[in-house]
């Protein structure tokens, strides 16, 4: 099956293309600026369709048109006549023995109504390449469909409808450390649960925004106290205990004045794990040295163990915070070996 967008943004909109296809398995992905194509080729074969405020009224009526149907107000909304259900910007419609799911994207991600199981699993080892090559015929083998594709974190992120046993033993067979979750933040809980630990943060650029994907989790509070956003370099110094000669001397987006976060917050806090990151997220503040999108990622413990990773992402000023929040699970997860 298919997801189709239509809007010029969700080209861009990689945070938002990665929690769409986490909740629903598709084998093509289209993108359109705009409704002037020909939509009825390709729904025979759609069951998801992202429309934005400008083309969403459009495609209500192309797909009633296409259905012999019209367009009738159901509780203040206007939609096709045959709409089977409908809850605030999206319906589905039933189309020859198709069911279609619409969308309406403006400041939320609504509820997506398709019923479409699927199931997820992480590969950190092996680009998507190489992945590929040791999977292909497992999933063949099983007659079972799967997408992969890298995420924003930089790890092989694979997607499939149905699982058994005997499929996760033959994977296993071929890539021993794999990692089977919908949700990335709910596998570290589950983790740190288990072995008793607990992760904190100390977050400058991305504003909370690790904290806040982690405390969605149920139960996270076994594992999260609390964390810190040093978003001006007071805080870093007053709170963090960054020195002042190292932000001077380095600045605040370095791998000297993350480190420095990393020790501080893994002192205030307690816990035995840590994230810190500094970035330049954009649209200013860059420079030539430290272009926007500048971004170090620091992970660590309470033993001393730690990593500064520099990296440099394309995109708007989300794309650079979700990036950066991706990356950081990605280098705590594979530098703590928690696969």
């Known amino acids: 099956m298919a997801i189709i967008f239509i809007g010029k943004e969700f080209k861009y909109r990689k945070f938002l293309q990665n929690y769409i296809l986490s909740h629903y398995k598709a084998e093509k992905i289209y993108y359109f600026d705009n409704i002037n194509f020909d939509i009825n080729s390709i729904l025979s074969t759609t069951n998801l369709i992202i429309t934005n ?7 209500s009526k192309v797909i009633a048109t296409l259905n012999d149907d019209v367009l009738e107000l159901k509780n203040g909304y206007l939609l096709p006549s ?5 809850e605030k910007n999206s319906y589905l419609v039933s189309k020859d023995e198709s069911i279609i799911n619409v969308l309406k994207i403006t400041d939320f991600i609504p509820q997506i109504l398709i019923d479409n199981e699927i199931y997820t699993m992480h590969i950190f080892n092996y680009d998507v390449q190489t992945a590929d090559m040791f999977i292909k015929s497992i999933f063949e083998s099983f007659k079972i469909e799967y997408t992969i594709y890298e995420n924003e974190g930089g790890w092989c992120e694979v997607k499939f409808n149905k699982i058994n046993e005997n499929l996760i033993k033959q994977l296993r ?3 021993p450390h794999l990692i089977f979750s919908n949700n990335i933040f709910e596998y570290i809980k589950l983790t740190l649960e288990k072995r008793g630990e607990k992760i904190t943060f100390a977050e400058s650029c991305t504003g909370g925004l690790i904290a806040s994907y982690l405390t969605k989790i149920v139960g996270s509070s076994n594992i999260f106290d609390g964390s810190v956003v040093s978003y001006a370099n007071r805080i870093k110094s007053e709170w963090l205990g960054v020195d002042k000669r190292v932000l001077e001397k380095f600045g605040a987006v370095s791998e000297e004045t993350v480190q420095q976060m990393l020790l501080g917050i893994l002192e205030i806090s307690g816990s035995d794990y840590a994230i810190a990151v500094s ?3 954009g649209p200013s503040g860059g420079s030539e040295i430290k272009p926007v999108g500048t971004v170090f990622i620091g992970v660590g413990d309470k033993n001393g163990k ?9 995109g708007d000023r989300e794309q650079v915070q979700y990036q950066t929040m991706m990356h950081s699970i990605r280098l705590f997860i594979k530098f703590f070996n928690f696969l």
């Open 279 to 281: 970035g330049i997220a």
């Open 82 to 86: 045959k709409t089977i259900v409908f």
């Open 173 to 175: 067979g071929f890539i």
């Open 306 to 314: 730690f990593m500064v990773e520099r990296l440099n992402f394309k």
């Open 53 to 59: 405020e400008k083309s969403y009224s459009t495609v």
